[in-house]
């Protein structure tokens, strides 16, 4: 039984790298662009829409990360790309990127598993409508480089986070930060933050916008 357990992990770990993603092989000269080192996991995710994806040099997309551009397959989506993912970028596992409009990851950009990052959402405008039939709304998102989104990490349509930027695990995320802020909690606030003269702190409480 030991030979064959370690036959089929073998042969696993020959199919998880014949079946990887790279720019050297077919499954990669549907993408826009893939970078030189790049490297999408076997077994994929959802992967639709590569003509509007973007992936920098030496990214590696983890196993069973979606990665798609608008509704579905076969929709023409325009001349310009969608989803920009930077180079040196390390994608968790079972994390899902679903891009309509506009999704720009800047470089060394890393994130734990099951992250997911969106710009469109569902609106809820007329009460006697489903919400899932409802016409959806897109708003850009873009994710500074050199962040870290910890595990489970929510990134809704609208958020720009700056350089070098901490998402906590689980956070919910929707707004503007600036560069070095540490973000956390649903929804996500500002916990900690840089400053040259002050270093990492805590941002100062207003009080009058404080409920006891």
Same mark, same amino acid.
């Given at each position: ?45 959802? %992967?639709?829409?590569?003509?509007? =994806?973007? !992936? @920098? *040099? $030496?990214?590696?997309? +983890?196993?069973? #990360? ?30 899902? %990127?679903?891009?309509?409009?506009? =999704?720009? !990851? @800047? *470089? $060394?950009?890393?994130? +734990?598993?099951? #992250? ?38 929510? !990134? ?5 986070? +700056? ?50």
């Amino acid at each position: 039984m030991s030979l064959v357990g370690a036959l089929i992990h073998r042969a696993y770990g020959l199919v998880r790298k014949a079946g990887a993603i790279s720019p050297a092989n077919p499954a990669g000269y549907s993408f826009r662009r893939l970078g030189d080192g790049v490297s999408i996991a076997f077994p994929p995710g959802a %992967i639709f829409g590569e003509r509007w =994806i973007e !992936i @920098g *040099d $030496h990214t590696l997309i +983890g196993e069973r #990360v979606s990665l798609s551009c608008g509704m579905g397959p076969g929709v023409d989506l325009g001349p310009d790309s969608i989803l920009r993912i930077g180079g040196s970028c390390s994608i968790g596992r079972g994390s899902h %990127i679903v891009a309509h409009q506009s =999704i720009d !990851i @800047g *470089d $060394h950009v890393f994130t +734990g598993p099951y #992250v997911y990052i969106t710009d469109q959402n569902h609106v809820y405008d007329d009460p006697d409508m489903p919400i899932g039939r409802q016409w959806p709304r897109n708003s850009p998102v873009s994710i500074g480089s050199g962040s870290w989104l910890g595990t489970g990490a929510i !990134i809704l349509p609208g958020t720009r986070l +700056g350089r070098q930027c901490v998402v906590a695990g689980g956070a919910v995320v929707r707004g503007e930060f600036p560069d070095h802020s540490v973000v956390a909690g649903v929804p996500a606030k500002l916990v900690r933050s840089y400053d040259p003269d002050k270093g990492w702190h805590t941002p100062e409480v207003d009080l009058d916008r404080t409920s006891f």
